[in-house]
């Protein structure tokens, strides 16, 4: 449920579940430091196997020193996406913000959260949707509006929800683009019963946890 063609193999669930494991036995202090500073607790990090990629299995060479972020599923990992936890401009470090194997494909994060509640919501990013389950909220991240385009069938794994609460990335940018909102207006266009939270000027899910409180975000869904 909610990936697209490119499902690994068996082998390959093996191989990245394996290696999830172990950059969860490898987190450090230091990472462990840079997710509560954004509101996730360890808790949380641990449920959603958060690790640290200290020794790169073989092809992950380029995401050593990052933060892992496993696509955990209930056949296993399908995906590892690593994230810089450094305090520096990525791009001007001369390297991406985030990283992945290559040839991995494209998913939906977090679909253990898919279940029969009666609601649901909906954030851009990983450590957002992290961020709301920590308000106690179940979440799937959406990675982008290229990918919920190029994944047709992704709106029919909502279907079932009397409610999707979709928290829009309020990030306006120079000319009056706010890529964030026309995400989340994709998205609601794609979907019955969704709902789009407005948040504050140039906030996201995790910046409003940290500010505001987890009581916020829930509120900000009426529950």
Known sequence: MGVDSSLPSYTQIQFLTNAANNYLLSMTPEAAGYLLARGITKDVARSARLGFIAEPEIG???????????????????????????????????HPKYSGPHGSGTFLYNVMDFGDQESICITE????????????????????????????????????YQRVY??????RKEGGRNPGFDLAKRIADSIDNAVIISLPPNEDVSTCLVKYGAGYLRDKAGL
């Open 60 to 94: 992950h060479e380029h995401m050593e020193g990052m933060l892992s972020i496993p696509y955990m599923t209930r056949s296993g990992c399908v995906n590892i996406k690593a994230r810089c936890i450094q305090d520096h401009d990525c791009k001007a470090a001369g």
């Open 125 to 160: 990013g990983e450590l957002d949707t992290l961020a709301l389950k920590v308000a106690g909220l179940n979440s799937i991240a959406v990675p982008g509006v290229a990918a919920w385009k190029a994944n047709k069938h992704w709106p029919v794994c909502f279907s079932c």
């Open 166 to 171: 979709i928290f829009a990335d309020n990030d």
